[in-house]
């Protein structure tokens, strides 16, 4: 069974910035996306960001704002939000794609205070 452990969350000033790591607990096979997505409360959990071999995606909330990058070696997804809003506010999770599986981290709270 794989797991995959974010960290890195936390609370921050408006304009500030977090870093989120998610790393898999043993390496996983056939990776097409690895990916950030987040939850705040009464709202549906939505995309923030995907990285495949073929780019990125952002979602329009957090272009220019937001990077997401991956270590192939070590099967890691990090984001790196910059110029945080209190409408980032959310608990983010971790997403890996394979052909035959997704898997999902636990979560982690990103609080951003006006």
């Known amino acids: 069974q794989v797991h995959l452990v974010e960290s890195g969350g936390g609370l921050v000033q408006a304009g500030g910035s977090l870093s989120l790591s998610c790393a898999a607990s043993?390496?996983?096979?056939?990776?097409?996306?690895m990916g950030w997505y987040r939850q705040a409360p009464e709202k549906q959990r939505e995309l923030v960001a995907k990285?495949?071999?073929?780019?990125?995606n952002y979602a329009d909330s957090v272009k220019g704002r937001f990077t997401i990058s991956r270590n192939n070696a070590k099967d890691t997804v990090y984001l790196q939000m910059n110029r945080l809003k209190p409408e980032d506010t959310a608990v983010y999770y971790c997403?890996?794609?394979?052909?035959?599986?997704?898997?999902w981290g636990q979560g982690t709270q990103v609080t951003v205070s006006s």
């Open positions: 997403n890996v794609e394979t052909s035959w599986s997704s898997y």
């Open positions: 043993r390496s996983i096979f056939g990776i097409r996306t």
């Open positions: 990285i495949s071999t073929a780019g990125s």
